[in-house]
C-alpha cells in the first residue's frame, strides 16, 4: 500500500535566523508561528507605525507603561502596513520576549502591484548574504523604503539575522515588496502563508465553497491558540457590531462568514479572512512557545470611531498585559504547541491521485506502449496539399512582421589572445553581446520574454546566475529553463575546444524602448519560501505572459496614443514558464529519499515538480498546454545517491508522460455538499442589500455581481476543455477530454539542485475563450534521408492553433459546422472548420515535428547524416504542414513570408554530428537555430527519437 507524501518536516540543517514583521494583525503573527514550527529562530520583531514627533529612527522601544496612550486618532489606511491599533504594539516585545523595532511610516503607495526599487531607491550589496554595509539612498515619497533603515538598524543589533518573514496571504502589492527590500538586504524572504486559501485543506472539507476552505486559516489559528479580534471593518457585510470579535474562534469565525455570505462577498477569495481589506485584527494572545503573557483592552478602553462609507474602527485608551496561567511545564506546553501549528499536506488532491497511479503496476505503461507499436503501423499521409476539411487560417505574417524572435548565443572556448576562457569570461562576454544586440534593436531587457541557459557543468551555475542577472533591473525578469548538458555542448559551435555556456533567447520585438513601462507584458515573480510553489530567488520569473494580439503587425504599445486603435491588449494571452524542479516549497529541498525505494522517489519527484507547473500556471490563468518536456539526468556512477536512480531512460520517459496525462484526465472525486441551511434560527441571517444598494450604495457596490454561481464559473480551470474545438476528424465531444498535449522526454547531463526530473512547458495559453484552441489531428509521415543511402525515416506532426475568439456570426458558423461533424452522414464528414482571423487579429500555430529512430534502442552514431542538411527534409515538412493551412481565398504566400519559425531543436547527438545540429561560429551572434544538444530523446511510450523541432507561425 502506497504512502502519499505528507506535510513537509521541519527544517533539518538550514535554521534560519528570522525578523519577524509585524503590523498586530493575524496574518503576521501566524506566519511567525509557522517559522518556529519549521525550526526557524526569531531574533527580533519589526513594526512600521504612523508617524509621531518623539520617534528617533531605528531606535528600541520601550514598552510604554500600561501601553500608554491613544496616540492620534487617524488610520493610514495603508495598502502596504496595517495602522489601526497601532499603540498596542508596544506590548508585544514584553509578551513575548523577543526584542521589538519600530520606525516611523514615511510616503505612501507608489507604482503597480509589482514593484521597482531602482525607480525609488538604491540599496547597494556588499559580498555575503548577511551584508550589514548595504547603502540606502531614502526616497521619502515610498513607504516600502521606509523599511530598509528599520531592517538596518535590526541587522546591526543581531548581525546573525539571515531572514525576514511576512503575512502575505494574496496580496501581490504587499509581498513584492517586501521581497524588494528583502533581497537587497541580503535576506531570505518566508511568506508562509502565501496563497494558504488554495493549498490542501483536511480531508472534511474537500469540496467545500470558497468561503469554508478559506475560513480554515482561521481554524488553524485557532487551534494554535490564537486571539485575533478584529478592530476595523470596512465592507458592507461587516458593520460596527463586529468589532472586537474574536475570528480565531469558531463562533466568531462562522458569525463573519455568515454575514459575508448574506450580502454576497463570501464568495470572493480571501474575504473571509480579510483579504480584500473587508476587515483588520489585533493579537492579544498565541501558544505559549510564542507569548508568554496575554495582551488585555477593557471594554472602557475601547473607543469605536465611525468614518462614513461603512468603515469603522477602534481606538485604545490603554491596554496592559496579564500573566497567562501555567498549568503544565512551559518545556513541555511548548512542545506540544508545536504540533498545533497545521502544516498543509504537499500534494494537492489532483497529484495526490497521479502519484497513487504511478506507483501500480507497471503494465499499464507496457500496454500502452504496445498501443503505440500499433499506431506506428498506420498509413502515413500521402501529401501534404491542401484537403477539403483542413483547418484553415489566413497567411503567415512575413519575416519583417514577425515580432517573436529568437536569439541565440555562444560561449568562446578561447580569448582573442589564444588563452581559455573560464566561465565568468564567457558569461560576461556573453552578456555583453546581449545587451548590445538589444541596444541595436531599440529594445529594454524586459523585451526578453524566457531564457534558456545551457551550462557545461551546473556547478557554474552560482557564477553564471549574478553575471546573467545583471541584465535585468525591473520587475519580473524573463522564466528560464536550465539544464547541463556536459561536453555534448562543444557540438554547439565549430570552434576547437570546449565551450560552458549557451544563452538563448525569446524576445518581443514590439516592447521597444519607448514603451519600456509596456503594461502589455505580464509576469509573476514569488522570491519568497512558502508552501505553494519554490521560491525564484534571482533574475527569473516563475511565468511571463504577453496577449496574442500584440503579435500582430498592425499592433501599438498599450501606452500610445492612436484613437481607437487596438491597443493589442485583449484576447488569448501567451504564457512562458520558467522549468520546474522538485524542491519542497518551504525548505527549497528535495524531497526526502530512501536509497531502496528509488522508483518511489522518482514517482514522488515527477509529481511534486509537474505540480508545480500547475500551480503556477493555474495562478497566471492558464487553460491549456501547448507541449511539454521532462529533463531527466544521466546516469552516473560517482554517487550511490545520484538523481538517476538507476532505472532505464524508457521506463522513465513512460513515467514522466503517465504523469502528464493523469495530471490532466484528473477529476475530483470529491461532491460538494450542501450548506445548511438555519438562516431563519440565527439573528444575523436578516436579508442582504436590495437591488438599489448593490447598484447606487458606494458600500454595496462591489456586491452587485457578485454570486456564488459565478464565483465558481470564474475559477481557473488546467485543463479547460471549453477552450478546445474539434478538429477535422472529431465526431465526438467526449474526444476532447481524451486530448494530451504532446510530451517527450530528454536526458541530459545535470539539472538544477541535482534533482531527478525538470518540467518545462513550451506555452501555455490563457484567457483564452471558447473553442480558442485547436489541436489539429496529428499524422506521420515516410521521409527519404539525405545521405544517399534511400533509408527512410518516420515523422510526426503535432500542431497547435491559438485564435482570438471569433465574431459572433463566425462562432456561430463554426458551432454550425461542428454540429454538422457530429452528425452520422458521410457527406459532411469534409465539411471541416474553416476559420479565418478576423480583421488583423493574429493566430499563432505551433508545429511539433518528432523524427523517430527506426533502428533499436542502441543506435550507431553515424545512423543519421552529418551534413545539415539531415535537417533540410524535416523543416520542409514543417513550412509543407503549415502551408496546407493557408485559406484557399488567399492564394499562395510569397517567398518573403518563408517558412514557420524554429524556437528551439532538441536532437540526440549521439545520432546527429555535430555540424548537423545548427549551431553557430564561436561567437555566436545571435543568427543560429536554438539546439539543445541531449543524450537520448524519448517518446510518451519510451521509444526512441533521433529529433524533436518547435516551430512557431503567426497569421494574420
Same mark, same amino acid.
Given at each position: 500500500?502506497?504512502?502519499?507524501?505528507?506535510?513537509?518536516?521541519?527544517?533539518?540543517?538550514?535554521?534560519?535566523?528570522?525578523?519577524? %514583521?509585524?503590523?498586530?494583525?493575524?496574518?503576521?503573527?501566524?506566519?511567525?508561528?509557522?517559522?518556529?514550527?519549521?525550526?526557524?529562530?526569531?531574533?527580533?520583531?519589526?513594526?512600521?507605525?504612523?508617524?509621531?514627533?518623539?520617534?528617533?529612527?531605528?531606535?528600541?522601544? +520601550?514598552?510604554?507603561?500600561?501601553?500608554?496612550?491613544?496616540?492620534?486618532?487617524?488610520?493610514?489606511?495603508?495598502?502596504?502596513?496595517?495602522?489601526?491599533?497601532?499603540?498596542?504594539?508596544?506590548?508585544?516585545?514584553?509578551?513575548?520576549?523577543?526584542?521589538?523595532?519600530?520606525?516611523?511610516?514615511?510616503?505612501?503607495?507608489?507604482?503597480?502591484?509589482?514593484?521597482?526599487?531602482?525607480?525609488?531607491? =538604491?540599496?547597494?550589496?556588499? @559580498?555575503?548574504?548577511?551584508?550589514?554595509?548595504?547603502?540606502?539612498?531614502?526616497?521619502?515619497?515610498?513607504?516600502?523604503?521606509?523599511?530598509?533603515?528599520?531592517?538596518?538598524?535590526?541587522? &546591526?543589533?543581531?548581525?546573525?539575522?539571515?531572514?525576514?518573514?511576512?503575512?502575505?496571504?494574496?496580496?501581490?502589492?504587499?509581498?513584492?515588496?517586501? +521581497?524588494?527590500?528583502?533581497?537587497?538586504?541580503?535576506?531570505?524572504?518566508?511568506?508562509?502563508?502565501?496563497?494558504?486559501?488554495?493549498?490542501?485543506?483536511?480531508?472534511?472539507?474537500?469540496?467545500?465553497?470558497?468561503?469554508?476552505?478559506?475560513?480554515?486559516?482561521?481554524?488553524?489559528?485557532?487551534?494554535?491558540?490564537?486571539?485575533?479580534?478584529?478592530?476595523?471593518?470596512?465592507?458592507?457585510?461587516?458593520?460596527?457590531?463586529?468589532?472586537?470579535?474574536?475570528?480565531?474562534?469558531?463562533?466568531?469565525?462562522?458569525?463573519?462568514?455568515? *454575514?459575508?455570505?448574506?450580502?454576497?462577498?463570501?464568495?470572493?477569495?480571501? /474575504?473571509?479572512?480579510?483579504?480584500?481589506?473587508?476587515?483588520?485584527?489585533?493579537?492579544?494572545?498565541?501558544?505559549?512557545?510564542?507569548?508568554?503573557? &496575554?495582551?488585555?483592552?477593557?471594554?472602557?478602553?475601547?473607543?469605536? =470611531?465611525?468614518?462614513?462609507?461603512?468603515?469603522?474602527?477602534?481606538?485604545?485608551?490603554?491596554?496592559? %498585559?496579564?500573566?497567562?496561567?501555567?498549568?503544565?511545564?512551559?518545556?513541555?506546553?511548548?512542545?506540544?504547541?508545536?504540533?498545533?501549528?497545521?502544516?498543509?499536506?504537499?500534494?494537492?488532491?489532483?497529484?495526490?491521485?497521479? %502519484?497513487?497511479?504511478?506507483?501500480?503496476?507497471? $503494465?499499464?505503461?507496457?500496454?500502452?506502449?504496445?498501443?503505440?507499436? /500499433?499506431?506506428?503501423?498506420?498509413?502515413?499521409?500521402?501529401?501534404?496539399?491542401?484537403?477539403?476539411?483542413?483547418?484553415?487560417?489566413?497567411?503567415?505574417?512575413?519575416?519583417?512582421?514577425?515580432?517573436?524572435?529568437?536569439?541565440?548565443?555562444?560561449?568562446?572556448?578561447?580569448?582573442?589572445?589564444?588563452?581559455?576562457?573560464?566561465?565568468?569570461?564567457?558569461?560576461?562576454?556573453?552578456?555583453?553581446?546581449?545587451?548590445?544586440?538589444?541596444?541595436?534593436?531599440?529594445?529594454?531587457?524586459?523585451?526578453?520574454?524566457?531564457?534558456?541557459?545551457?551550462?557545461?557543468?551546473?556547478?557554474?551555475?552560482?557564477?553564471?546566475?549574478?553575471?546573467?542577472?545583471?541584465?535585468?533591473?525591473?520587475?519580473?525578469?524573463?522564466? &528560464?529553463? !536550465?539544464?547541463?548538458?556536459?561536453?555534448?555542448?562543444?557540438?554547439?559551435?565549430?570552434?576547437?575546444?570546449?565551450?560552458?555556456?549557451?544563452?538563448?533567447?525569446?524576445?518581443?520585438?514590439?516592447?521597444?524602448?519607448?514603451?519600456?513601462?509596456?503594461?502589455?507584458?505580464?509576469?509573476?515573480?514569488?522570491?519568497?519560501?512558502?508552501?505553494?510553489?519554490?521560491?525564484?530567488?534571482?533574475?527569473?520569473?516563475?511565468?511571463?505572459?504577453?496577449? %496574442?494580439?500584440?503579435?500582430?503587425?498592425?499592433?501599438?504599445?498599450?501606452?500610445?496614443?492612436?484613437?481607437?486603435?487596438?491597443?493589442?491588449?485583449?484576447?488569448?494571452?501567451?504564457?512562458?514558464?520558467?522549468?520546474?524542479?522538485?524542491?519542497?516549497?518551504?525548505?527549497?529541498?528535495?524531497?526526502?529519499? @530512501?536509497?531502496?525505494?528509488?522508483?518511489? /522517489?522518482?514517482?514522488?519527484?515527477?509529481?511534486?515538480?509537474?505540480?508545480?507547473?500547475?500551480?503556477?500556471?493555474? @495562478?497566471?490563468?492558464?487553460?491549456?498546454?501547448?507541449?511539454?518536456?521532462?529533463?531527466?539526468?544521466?546516469?552516473?556512477?560517482?554517487?550511490?545517491?545520484?538523481?538517476?536512480?538507476?532505472?532505464?531512460?524508457?521506463?522513465?520517459?513512460?513515467?514522466?508522460?503517465?504523469?502528464?496525462?493523469?495530471?490532466?484526465?484528473?477529476?475530483?472525486?470529491?461532491?460538494?455538499?450542501?450548506?445548511?441551511?438555519?438562516?431563519? #434560527?440565527?439573528?444575523?441571517?436578516?436579508?442582504?442589500?436590495?437591488?438599489?444598494? &448593490?447598484?447606487?450604495?458606494?458600500?454595496?457596490?462591489?456586491?452587485?455581481?457578485?454570486?456564488?454561481?459565478? *464565483? #465558481? $464559473?470564474?475559477?481557473?480551470?488546467?485543463?479547460?476543455?471549453?477552450?478546445?474545438?474539434?478538429?477535422?476528424?472529431?465526431?465526438?465531444?467526449?474526444?476532447?477530454?481524451?486530448?494530451?498535449?504532446?510530451?517527450?522526454?530528454?536526458?541530459?547531463? @545535470?539539472?538544477?539542485?541535482?534533482?531527478?526530473?525538470?518540467?518545462?512547458?513550451?506555452?501555455? =495559453?490563457?484567457?483564452?475563450?471558447?473553442?480558442?484552441?485547436?489541436?489539429?489531428?496529428?499524422?506521420?509521415?515516410?521521409?527519404?534521408?539525405?545521405?544517399?543511402?534511400?533509408?527512410?525515416?518516420?515523422?510526426?506532426?503535432?500542431?497547435?492553433?491559438?485564435?482570438?475568439?471569433?465574431?459572433?456570426?463566425?462562432?456561430?458558423?463554426?458551432?454550425?459546422?461542428?454540429?454538422?461533424?457530429?452528425?452520422?452522414?458521410?457527406?459532411?464528414?469534409?465539411?471541416?472548420?474553416?476559420?479565418?482571423?478576423?480583421?488583423?487579429?493574429?493566430?499563432?500555430?505551433?508545429?511539433?515535428?518528432?523524427?523517430?529512430?527506426?533502428?533499436?534502442?542502441?543506435?550507431?552514431?553515424?545512423?543519421?547524416?552529418?551534413?545539415?542538411?539531415?535537417?533540410?527534409?524535416?523543416?520542409?515538412?514543417?513550412?509543407?504542414?503549415?502551408?496546407?493551412?493557408?485559406?484557399?481565398?488567399?492564394?499562395?504566400?510569397?517567398?518573403?513570408?518563408?517558412?514557420?519559425?524554429?524556437?528551439?531543436?532538441?536532437?540526440?547527438?549521439?545520432? $546527429?554530428?555535430?555540424?548537423?545540429?545548427?549551431?553557430?561560429?564561436?561567437?555566436?551572434?545571435?543568427?543560429?537555430?536554438?539546439?539543445?544538444? !541531449?543524450?537520448?530523446?524519448?517518446?510518451?511510450?519510451?521509444?526512441?527519437?533521433?529529433?524533436?523541432?518547435?516551430?512557431? $507561425?503567426?497569421?494574420?
Amino acid at each position: 500500500m502506497m504512502t502519499t507524501p505528507a506535510a513537509p518536516p521541519p527544517a533539518q540543517g538550514g535554521r534560519l535566523n528570522v525578523i519577524a %514583521l509585524i503590523s498586530g494583525g493575524k496574518d503576521s503573527f501566524f506566519s511567525l508561528l509557522h517559522c518556529l514550527a519549521h525550526g526557524h529562530r526569531v531574533v527580533a520583531l519589526a513594526n512600521l507605525h504612523p508617524p509621531e514627533t518623539n520617534e528617533h529612527e531605528g531606535s528600541k522601544q +520601550e514598552e510604554e507603561e500600561e501601553g500608554g496612550g491613544g496616540g492620534e486618532e487617524e488610520d493610514l489606511n495603508s495598502f502596504m502596513y496595517q495602522t489601526v491599533g497601532h499603540q498596542v504594539i508596544p506590548l508585544y516585545a514584553e509578551a513575548t520576549g523577543i526584542p521589538l523595532y519600530r520606525q516611523p511610516i514615511l510616503g505612501g503607495a507608489t507604482q503597480g502591484k509589482d514593484y521597482s526599487h531602482f525607480s525609488t531607491a =538604491v540599496a547597494v550589496q556588499g @559580498e555575503g548574504d548577511n551584508n550589514a554595509k548595504a547603502k540606502h539612498v531614502k526616497d521619502d515619497d515610498d513607504e516600502t523604503e521606509s523599511m530598509i533603515p528599520l531592517l538596518l538598524a535590526i541587522k &546591526r543589533a543581531h548581525p546573525e539575522a539571515n531572514a525576514i518573514c511576512a503575512g502575505a496571504i494574496l496580496s501581490t502589492y504587499q509581498r513584492t515588496r517586501v +521581497e524588494s527590500v528583502a533581497v537587497r538586504l541580503g535576506l531570505t524572504p518566508l511568506a508562509f502563508l502565501w496563497k494558504f486559501p488554495i493549498l490542501p485543506v483536511p480531508q472534511h472539507l474537500a469540496g467545500g465553497d470558497v468561503a469554508t476552505t478559506d475560513a480554515q486559516l482561521l481554524d488553524d489559528m485557532a487551534a494554535a491558540g490564537m486571539e485575533a479580534r478584529i478592530i476595523k471593518v470596512a465592507s458592507g457585510g461587516l458593520d460596527d457590531s463586529f468589532l472586537w470579535t474574536n475570528v480565531a474562534d469558531r463562533l466568531g469565525k462562522e458569525r463573519v462568514a455568515r *454575514s459575508m455570505r448574506r450580502f454576497g462577498t463570501a464568495s470572493e477569495k480571501g /474575504a473571509v479572512i480579510g483579504e480584500g481589506g473587508e476587515f483588520e485584527t489585533l493579537v492579544l494572545d498565541g501558544p505559549r512557545q510564542l507569548f508568554r503573557k &496575554r495582551i488585555m483592552v477593557e471594554e472602557k478602553d475601547r473607543r469605536v =470611531v465611525r468614518e462614513g462609507g461603512g468603515c469603522a474602527w477602534l481606538s485604545f485608551r490603554s491596554a496592559k %498585559l496579564e500573566d497567562k496561567e501555567v498549568t503544565v511545564a512551559a518545556s513541555d506546553e511548548e512542545k506540544s504547541d508545536t504540533g498545533k501549528i497545521r502544516i498543509p499536506d504537499l500534494l494537492d488532491a489532483r497529484f495526490v491521485g497521479v %502519484l497513487e497511479g504511478l506507483n501500480t503496476s507497471a $503494465s499499464a505503461g507496457e500496454e500502452e506502449a504496445r498501443k503505440l507499436l /500499433a499506431l506506428l503501423n498506420m498509413e502515413p499521409q500521402h501529401s501534404l496539399s491542401k484537403q477539403e476539411g483542413t483547418f484553415q487560417l489566413g497567411l503567415p505574417q512575413s519575416l519583417n512582421d514577425r515580432k517573436l524572435q529568437q536569439w541565440c548565443f555562444f560561449g568562446n572556448a578561447f580569448s582573442s589572445a589564444g588563452s581559455s576562457n573560464t566561465v565568468e569570461t564567457e558569461t560576461s562576454l556573453l552578456v555583453s553581446r546581449i545587451r548590445q544586440r538589444l541596444r541595436q534593436s531599440n529594445l529594454p531587457p524586459s523585451a526578453i520574454l524566457t531564457s534558456t541557459i545551457l551550462l557545461r557543468h551546473m556547478a557554474d551555475f552560482p557564477t553564471v546566475n549574478s553575471i546573467y542577472g545583471a541584465l535585468f533591473d525591473s520587475p519580473n525578469p524573463p522564466s &528560464r529553463v !536550465c539544464v547541463a548538458c556536459g561536453d555534448s555542448l562543444s557540438a554547439l559551435t565549430n570552434s576547437n575546444g570546449s565551450i560552458s555556456i549557451a544563452i538563448y533567447l525569446t524576445v518581443h520585438t514590439g516592447f521597444t524602448n519607448k514603451s519600456k513601462t509596456d503594461q502589455r507584458r505580464q509576469g509573476l515573480h514569488v522570491q519568497s519560501r512558502s508552501y505553494w510553489a519554490p521560491a525564484n530567488i534571482g533574475p527569473y520569473s516563475q511565468a511571463i505572459s504577453i496577449p %496574442l494580439a500584440s503579435l500582430s503587425s498592425s499592433s501599438k504599445p498599450s501606452n500610445s496614443t492612436g484613437g481607437n486603435h487596438d491597443d493589442g491588449n485583449g484576447g488569448p494571452r501567451l504564457v512562458t514558464i520558467a522549468g520546474q524542479i522538485p524542491l519542497v516549497p518551504a525548505t527549497m529541498a528535495l524531497p526526502p529519499a @530512501e536509497p531502496e525505494q528509488q522508483r518511489q /522517489a522518482l514517482n514522488t519527484q515527477l509529481a511534486l515538480s509537474l505540480q508545480h507547473l500547475w500551480r503556477i500556471g493555474l @495562478e497566471v490563468g492558464v487553460q491549456w498546454w501547448t507541449s511539454a518536456v521532462a529533463y531527466f539526468p544521466a546516469a552516473t556512477t560517482t554517487t550511490t545517491t545520484d538523481s538517476s536512480f538507476s532505472m532505464p531512460m524508457s521506463e522513465k520517459a513512460r513515467l514522466a508522460y503517465k504523469t502528464w496525462q493523469s495530471a490532466h484526465q484528473w477529476s475530483s472525486k470529491v461532491a460538494s455538499d450542501e450548506e445548511d441551511s438555519d438562516a431563519n #434560527s440565527d439573528p444575523d441571517e436578516d436579508d442582504g442589500p436590495d437591488l438599489w444598494d &448593490r447598484k447606487f450604495n458606494p458600500r454595496y457596490m462591489s456586491f452587485a455581481v457578485t454570486s456564488t454561481e459565478e *464565483s #465558481s $464559473s470564474s475559477e481557473p480551470k488546467l485543463p479547460d476543455w471549453s477552450v478546445l474545438s474539434k478538429n477535422n476528424n472529431s465526431k465526438d465531444e467526449k474526444k476532447k477530454r481524451r486530448t494530451i498535449p504532446p510530451f517527450f522526454a530528454a536526458q541530459v547531463a @545535470e539539472l538544477p539542485r541535482s534533482a531527478g526530473v525538470e518540467w518545462h512547458a513550451h506555452l501555455g =495559453v490563457a484567457k483564452a475563450g471558447s473553442k480558442s484552441v485547436t489541436v489539429l489531428e496529428s499524422f506521420a509521415a515516410n521521409i527519404n534521408s539525405d545521405d544517399g543511402t534511400g533509408e527512410e525515416r518516420v515523422v510526426e506532426v503535432h500542431q497547435t492553433v491559438v485564435r482570438s475568439p471569433p465574431s459572433t456570426s463566425e462562432q456561430d458558423d463554426d458551432d454550425d459546422d461542428l454540429d454538422d461533424m457530429d452528425n452520422d452522414d458521410d457527406d459532411d464528414d469534409d465539411k471541416g472548420v474553416k476559420i479565418e482571423a478576423s480583421g488583423r487579429q493574429p493566430a499563432l500555430l505551433q508545429t511539433i515535428v518528432v523524427e523517430r529512430y527506426m533502428g533499436g534502442s542502441s543506435p550507431p552514431s553515424s545512423s543519421l547524416s552529418s551534413s545539415s542538411s539531415s535537417f533540410a527534409t524535416v523543416d520542409e515538412l514543417a513550412r509543407l504542414s503549415t502551408r496546407r493551412l493557408i485559406n484557399q481565398g488567399h492564394g499562395e504566400p510569397d517567398k518573403e513570408r518563408g517558412g514557420p519559425s524554429v524556437m528551439v531543436r532538441y536532437v540526440d547527438v549521439s545520432l $546527429s554530428a555535430a555540424a548537423a545540429l545548427g549551431g553557430g561560429g564561436g561567437g555566436g551572434g545571435g543568427v543560429s537555430v536554438a539546439v539543445v544538444p !541531449c543524450a537520448s530523446l524519448w517518446d510518451a511510450y519510451g521509444e526512441r527519437l533521433a529529433s524533436v523541432t518547435i516551430y512557431q $507561425s503567426v497569421f494574420e
